[in-house]
């Protein structure tokens, strides 16, 4: 396809299990973007990957959170020991044009029970 | 201070007809980018239309237009002749390109609902 993608579309888990969400970027583009999405905070960046440089984590929210992002293509989002207000959409996007328009992908929707 | 603000929360407009959606910003970075972005039911945030701080026209993209004045930091969307499938989530975004931060900053969003 020509958009980004990402699995699960959905994901409820238990309070305290570890989660992985994976995205794949549009083909070519050097830059990937983690933002997270929810009722009480908005969007929020977490993570930012480009190309073979060390990631901007500065929006990470704690240690639980963590990325990859292996042969500059597929990335993936870990959450270990989730919490209920870890629960949002998890929007991931990717740039590769001058103007760094970021494209998104359809989500993945955390829920945490 | 907020770097994006939508004041907003909903709008409500009648089919053909056009609809201005407000968005401000706060940077003092002078060079930066700001976005619109769709995010209709589905949740996909789909993008719309790009101003530059430096470009010297509005932006125009079909039916979409911005209308960006920089003394007075806002970049609000037109949409002309507005359509059913226009109802959903608008938000303003930007990327500040001299601060170093890599990532867009967002407003909280205007829910638009077009009325047949």
């Known amino acids: 396809g020509a958009g980004v993608s990402q699995s699960p579309s959905n994901k409820v888990t238990e309070k305290g299990k570890d989660v992985e969400l994976r995205c794949d970027p549009i083909s070519g583009h050097t830059a990937l973007y983690w933002y997270r999405q929810s009722l009480g905070q908005g969007l929020e960046f977490l993570i930012y990957?480009?190309?073979?440089?060390?990631?901007?984590k500065s929006g990470l929210p704690s240690d639980r959170f963590s990325a990859e992002r292996t042969g500059g293509s597929v990335s993936t989002l870990t959450i270990q020991r989730t919490q209920q207000e870890d629960s949002a959409v998890y929007l991931c996007?990717?740039?590769?044009?001058?103007?760094?328009?970021?494209?998104f992908g359809p989500g993945t929707r955390l829920t945490v029970l | 201070a907020q770097k994006i603000t939508q004041t907003q929360p909903g709008m409500f407009v009648q089919e053909k007809e056009a609809v201005t959606l407000d968005c401000t910003y706060d940077?003092?970075?002078?060079?930066?980018?700001l976005f619109w972005y769709k995010q209709p039911s589905s949740g996909e945030m789909i993008f719309l239309i790009y101003?530059?701080?430096?470009?010297?026209q509005n932006a125009t993209e079909g039916r979409y237009s911005l209308n960006f004045q920089k003394a007075r930091k806002s970049a609000n969307l037109v949409i002309s002749a507005s359509q059913l499938g226009d109802s959903a989530m608008y938000f303003c975004a930007m990327r500040e390109r001299q601060t170093g931060a890599n990532n867009l900053f967002f407003g909280t969003g205007t829910r638009l609902t077009v009325i047949p």
């Open positions: 996007a990717s740039s590769g044009d001058p103007r760094d328009t970021q494209y």
């Open positions: 940077t003092s970075d002078p060079s930066y980018g």
């Open positions: 101003q530059g701080s430096y470009d010297q």
């Open positions: 990957f480009q190309g073979n440089s060390a990631p901007d």
